[in-house]
């Protein structure tokens, strides 16, 4: 069956200049997480998302990143304003539930580099 | 707060060697440990996990045991293959099923 995507796979920007980066996770899996990469280190938790509860923004690193999910489907991270430093693969997982471990499956990521 | 240690990297080692990429965590109570795997131009997957104090996970020849006492979770295999080039990471989740990750282990086989 189909896996998470997500689009685009790469995206290059301006310093300053706003960017959505777009996750489509496995159907029917009520959770859904974002992650971050910098080079040369180990993924960094941004945001967690479970059914219709609050989402749990603890690992966003400041205001000009937010994240949205509509019900149990896709879900966007912004980042406003880009800076040099948000250069990073961001990566999606989804998980059938939140209680309890049931396995992350990850999508290949989004590679952002700002300029 | 959790934490998690691994061997830094590039390891490059000769087919059929023995590996071993050390894990080591910190975190309060009892986590659970992973194991992920990135192969070239895929995405991250779950190699093995363990969820209590002395399970073994294992999966195509890996294999790491949950040592409380150590707080490790190394990862062995006794024969590497070309094929087993990757990035290794370790990890753990407790509560809010937040992964948390070491820096990841890039390991080269050689035929």
């Known amino acids: 069956g189909a896996g998470v995507s997500q689009s685009p796979s790469n995206k290059v920007t301006e310093k300053g200049k706003d960017v959505e980066l777009r996750c489509d996770p496995i159907?029917?899996?009520?959770?859904l997480y974002w992650y971050r990469q910098r080079l040369g280190q180990g993924l960094e938790f941004l945001i967690y998302?479970?059914?219709?509860?609050?989402?749990?923004k603890s690992g966003l690193p400041s205001d000009r990143f937010s994240a949205e999910r509509t019900g149990e489907s896709v879900s966007t991270l912004t980042i406003q304003r880009t800076q040099q430093e948000d250069s990073a693969v961001y990566l999606c997982?989804?998980?059938?539930?939140?209680?309890?471990?049931?396995?992350?499956?990850f999508g290949p990521g989004t590679r952002l580099t700002v300029t | 707060g959790n934490s998690v240690t691994q061997m830094e990297g590039p390891v490059t080692l000769s087919e059929e060697a023995f590996l071993t990429i050390n894990c080591t965590y910190t975190?309060?109570?009892?986590?659970?440990l992973f194991w992920y795997v990135q192969y070239p131009g895929e995405g991250l997957q779950l190699l093995l996990k363990?969820?209590?104090?002395?399970d073994k996970g294992s999966n195509k020849g890996f294999e790491a045991t949950y040592r409380k006492e150590t707080t490790s979770f190394h990862l062995e295999k006794g024969s590497v293959q070309v094929s087993d080039s990757a990035v290794y990471f370790c990890?753990?989740?407790?509560?809010?099923?937040?992964?948390?990750f070491g820096q990841g282990t890039r390991l080269t086989i050689n035929p």
């Open positions: 998302f479970q059914g219709n509860s609050a989402p749990d």
């Open positions: 975190a309060t109570g009892y986590p659970s």
């Open positions: 363990a969820t209590k104090a002395d």
């Open positions: 997982a989804s998980s059938p539930a939140g209680v309890g471990y049931y396995e992350q499956y």
């Open positions: 159907s029917g899996h009520t959770a």
């Open positions: 990890a753990l989740i407790q509560g809010a099923q937040k992964l948390v």
